[in-house]
């Protein structure tokens, strides 16, 4: 989604140009495809002379200078027609995560005519080297494939010899290249141009393998006369390639989906990029919106709500930064009436910086924070509420933290006995040092109320006695201290609150005064809530004037129990005459939720609380509060509306779906999710403790994994003990909590697992129709081979036999007719051995001791072995093991074995060698000896030939290496050799994966 543009890129690539102009030594630079992106005048000139057609940006390299920077050449040579030579040093340019971004290369080149003498050797070299490294091919006019290298024939999984005559249409048609190659290669050649493409082919039960091909026209003395095809393999680039952009599509889709607003900014405040929530926030008609140039600078709004501050913060500090800012209001529509809310949202804005540490883009992080930013200004309004009414409560007022220290007084206790009015926030002294506290008793009655919990209230007469300020009319006064223990909400420490009454004039009726106050104060305004109270004596009502108004009844009406209970709705009177009379008689307080009809016909919901008051153990009157929740009763209709609304949309979709917290308790389930598992028995209960199967499953650490890394975690997992496969996503949410996904694929499962079956059982029988076609080609060889000139040899004899009239002849050719038959006979019995095992492709396979398999080699080659005083040697222990045919293994040591007793030099202490490993996911052995060794150049293509001998050694049948082969192909490996005649011999056997 982000785009990856930096426009001040352009200014490097313009300061680059023309410092390459300004060297004077041959420059330029290549990307990463091989193509000239920069190239100064000097080099212009070399490639004129060296590359004809190469000298332009956009141009692509020659294929040899490409096959040099592959193989990670620092340096190139080549010459042109007259002999200069050119030197190229090629340096790779890589970005700091490592991945290539161009090559640079810088040329000289001087004049030498001798050189000319060397150029037909150089380009032999040129061209051995060219094999060796690239796949190639020598086409007729007819796109017949004339002569393929070994690489070409692997690539395409073909026998090199079979590929010979073979029309490329033809190999195309099983290769499936696609993307119409065949005709773009058609086109280019009927205009004897060269083509250079990247081919994609496809092998059945494998990856597709990518190659670079170049096919080009093959002239002589002005005349086509057919093509060379060079291939590069470049299916590892493209699977890198291919990785890396389904790496960037998944980032992207997160980044377009990420629930907070995204922008991409450039430092001069132009727009670059958003996602869907920025979409979203600013609304389908802003400019950025719509695609219009947007600059976040130049839109005033943005300066009066902070944007453009905190982006300058941003970019001046280079660091990120974070502000809360009014973005804008918002339409809430309410019925017939319609509210403008303020929308406030959490800007965060983070640099992104280039490689030379200056900043490319600003990022800009929009989460919106409405609820959260109005709840706090609620809270504020209501402290800033709360800290007036204690300021002026008519009663004193003494806040004492957890340590002792008197943390506020009120402006009611400050003037108490005449002390000076002091701000609220100057620190105050410890209660034990305090005069005022000490005069009232609070130091000893402190720790009784902290530590107790308990409330504890009491009346108390005070005279001069001189001891603080008395400015007081009065000697005595009767004061009411109420003192009790709440919790601070935000240090979590327990605070003693002081409450001290003046009651001394009229003590009773002053008492009753004191009382109704501290009611009032306590339930007045804050939050709707009125008082009331019921003297049980004379059945008398009172209402406080916050209940008047909760009532919406004037103050000056005058109510009693029958007024009061008159304005609840019929349904809620019977719940409150219950409960009345249940406090009545168990002295039992009620809080209860009930429906009015005010007296201007409102309905409204409120929360009425009694509670009992003794005296002498009776009870004499019943007080408690009531308050207006009209607006939270329907904030929670509305909750549990669309709390309902979620639960019938999950259990409308066909996936499982479950709300589990991190710790594993499940606290909602859909009714898909109730089918796998019971509802009932999960929901609020620890899923890992109802299933303690589940502990240790994949289920259980990918689990694990989505509350560590906060990240949507998908997988499949089979649950043996439902017997069921499940396809699950788990999705972390803001709250901690996981979101899991699932559906049932067993089903699918069990298509694939009859689909696999079934490309097995093909595959084998495909192995089996390759292995006949195979044995029947060799068969028809090595009969017309080895059989032809016994036959003709069998034939001459009886014609001479046939011919001869002497008896002591005909005995003669009856003996070599006798010997003639003998060897046929031999000959056709070790075909039958070949031909019997490639036939046997099922033979049965065991686990393996290499180690143990050598020993029994070596009790039945006992003798040989110390008649010979050859010295073995074995290393099995990186692959002590193998899955392999019992036979086949004894058979594969005897024959090396036998090899190198038979072959031993006389000039040195015979020894072999045998060593296994692991290499690339396939066993590999060797078995290397010191014997007189084979001449690989003339005996290279025959040294696994059926009756082939290389020595003479009388006792050499040159059946042994046929039959090793034979064995180790059947089972689907290789066998090499590598030999130097009076050096040894060395057998590399990779066996098929196991």
């Known amino acids: 989604m982000f785009s990856c543009f930096k426009p001040e890129k352009f200014m490097n690539v313009a300061i680059l140009g023309q410092v390459l102009e300004e060297i004077q030594e041959p420059m330029a630079i290549l990307d990463k495809n091989y193509l000239l992106s920069h190239i100064n005048r000097a080099m212009v000139d070399v490639c004129c002379r060296f590359f004809p057609g190469f000298n332009q940006i956009g141009d692509k390299a020659p294929v040899e200078l490409e096959v040099a920077i592959m193989q990670g050449q620092a340096n190139f040579c080549t010459n042109d027609e007259t002999g200069n030579k050119l030197h190229l040093e090629l340096k790779l340019l890589e970005s700091p995560l490592g991945e290539l971004e161009g090559i640079l290369m810088k040329g000289n080149y001087n004049c030498s005519q001798h050189t000319t003498e060397l150029l037909p050797i150089f380009d032999l070299a040129l061209q051995q080297s060219a094999n060796k490294l690239a796949a ?13 290298n070994q690489i070409l024939a692997q690539a395409i999984r073909y026998d090199r010899e079979a590929l010979i005559g073979l029309n490329l249409q033809d190999i195309a048609q099983v290769l499936k290249p696609g993307d119409g190659c065949m005709s773009k290669l058609y086109n280019a050649l009927k205009t004897q141009h060269s083509w250079r493409d990247t081919v994609k082919f496809l092998f059945s039960g494998s990856t597709p393998t990518w190659m670079d091909v170049v096919v080009e026209p093959v002239y002589n003395d002005a005349l086509l006369i057919g093509y060379t095809l060079i291939a590069f393999d470049v299916t590892l680039r493209k699977m890198k390639e291919r990785a890396a952009q389904e790496r960037e599509s998944f980032f992207r889709s997160i980044l377009e989906n990420l629930p907070v607003g995204l922008q991409q900014i450039s430092p001069k405040g132009w727009h670059v990029d958003m996602n869907l929530s920025m979409r979203n926030i600013l609304g389908p008609g802003h400019a950025a919106t719509i695609g219009q140039p947007y600059n976040i600078y130049q839109d005033s709004m943005n300066q009066r709500n902070g944007l453009q501050a905190l982006l300058k913060e941003v970019i001046d500090s280079r660091s990120p930064h974070k502000r809360e800012i009014l973005l804008k209001y918002t339409e809430l529509p309410d019925q017939d009436i319609t509210r403008i809310q303020p929308t406030y949202f959490e800007a965060t804005g983070f640099p992104v910086f280039d490689d030379k540490g200056e900043i490319s883009f600003v990022f800009l992080i929009m989460a919106e924070i409405t609820e959260k930013k109005l709840a706090e200004l609620s809270l504020e309004k209501s402290e800033r509420l709360l800290n007036t009414i204690v300021e002026h409560l008519p009663i004193g007022y003494i806040q004492i933290d957890n340590l002792g220290y008197i943390r506020r007084t009120n402006q009611t206790q400050r003037l108490l006995f005449g002390e000076e009015s002091l701000p609220l926030d100057v620190v105050m002294n410890h209660i034990q040092q305090d005069p005022t506290c000490e005069f009232l008793g609070i130091n000893q009655l402190f720790g009784q109320v902290l530590l107790g919990g308990k409330m504890v209230k009491l009346e108390k007469q005070l005279k001069n006695n001189g001891s603080i300020p008395w400015t007081r009319l009065e000697d005595s006064v009767y004061l009411e201290i109420t003192m009790f223990a709440v919790e601070d909400p935000v240090d979590k420490d327990q605070l003693v609150i002081i409450l001290c009454d003046d009651v001394t004039k009229k003590k009773n009726q002053e008492l009753e005064i004191a009382k109704n106050q501290e009611f009032l104060l306590q339930t007045g305004e ?4 009125g008082g009331w109270e019921l003297d049980i004596g004379n059945k008398e009502m009172k209402w406080s004037e916050q209940t008047y108004k909760v009532v919406e009844l004037p103050s000056f009406v005058p109510v009693n129990i029958e007024k009061a209970v008159s304005f609840y709705t ?3 009177q019977l719940q409150l005459m219950q409960a009345a009379r249940e406090c009545l008689d168990s002295g039992s307080p009620f809080d209860l939720q009930l429906g009015i009809v005010t007296a201007k016909k409102n309905s409204i919901r409120v929360r009425t609380i009694g509670q009992p008051e003794y005296a002498d153990g009776k009870i004499v009157r019943v007080h408690g ?20 609304i979620m639960r019938l949309f999950f259990d409308t979709i066909d996936l499982g779906y479950a709300l589990m917290a991190a710790d594993g308790t499940v606290n909602f389930m859909n009714k ?3 089918e796998i598992l019971d509802t009932e028995s999960v929901i609020g209960k620890n899923i890992f403790d109802v299933f303690p199967w589940l502990v240790g499953t994949t289920f259980h650490s990918r689990v694990k994994e989505c509350v560590a890394k906060q990240a949507p975690v998908s997988f499949f997992n089979y649950l043996p003990e439902l017997d069921t496969w499940y396809e699950f996503l788990l999705a972390p949410m803001d709250d901690g909590s996981i979101s899991i996904f699932t559906r049932n694929i067993t089903y699918s499962k069990k298509l694939q697992r009859e689909l696999r079956k079934a490309n097995d059982q093909l595959s084998n029988l495909n192995k089996y129709l390759v292995n006949q076609n195979k044995q029947l080609e060799d068969f028809a060889h090595i009969t017309s081979h080895n059989l032809r000139a016994p036959i003709a040899n069998l034939k001459a004899l009886l014609q001479l036999h046939k011919d001869s009239g002497s008896p002591e002849e005909k005995e003669m050719y009856i003996h070599m007719l006798d010997e003639v038959i003998m060897k046929i006979d031999e000959t056709l019995n070790d075909l039958v051995e070949v031909i019997q095992i490639r036939k046997d492709l099922n033979v049965e396979q065991e686990k393996l001791s290499f180690a ?16 010979s005083g050859i010295q073995l040697l074995e290393d099995f222990q990186a692959a002590p093991t193998i899955e392999y045919p019992k036979i086949y293994l004894d058979s594969l040591l005897q024959n090396l074995l036998t090899n190198a007793i038979k072959y031993r030099s006389t000039d040195r202490q015979p020894s072999v060698h045998f060593k296994a490993w692991h290499e690339d996911g396939v066993v590999k052995l060797t078995v290397e000896d010191n014997g007189i060794g084979i001449d690989m150049q003339r005996y290279g293509n025959k040294i696994f030939g059926f009756r082939k001998t290389f020595h003479k050694n009388k006792d050499a049948k040159g059946i042994g290496l046929f039959i090793t082969k034979s064995q180790v192909e059947a089972m689907g490996g290789q066998i090499k050799v590598e030999s130097e005649p009076g050096v040894g011999t060395k ?5 098929r994966p196991e």
């Open 136 to 148: 190639i091919a020598y086409l007729d006019l007819d796109l017949k494939i004339l002569s393929v």
């Open 570 to 572: 019929p349904e809620s």
């Open 625 to 644: 509060v009531i308050q207006d929740v009209t607006e939270i009763h329907e904030v929670r209709n509305e909750l549990m509306r669309h709390t309902e």
């Open 672 to 674: 898909k999710a109730g």
């Open 987 to 991: 057998f590399i056997i990779t066996f």
């Open 852 to 867: 143990e398999r050598l020993q029994k080699v070596k009790e039945i080659l006992l003798v040989d072995i110390e008649q």
């Open 526 to 529: 804050i939050g709707k809530i």
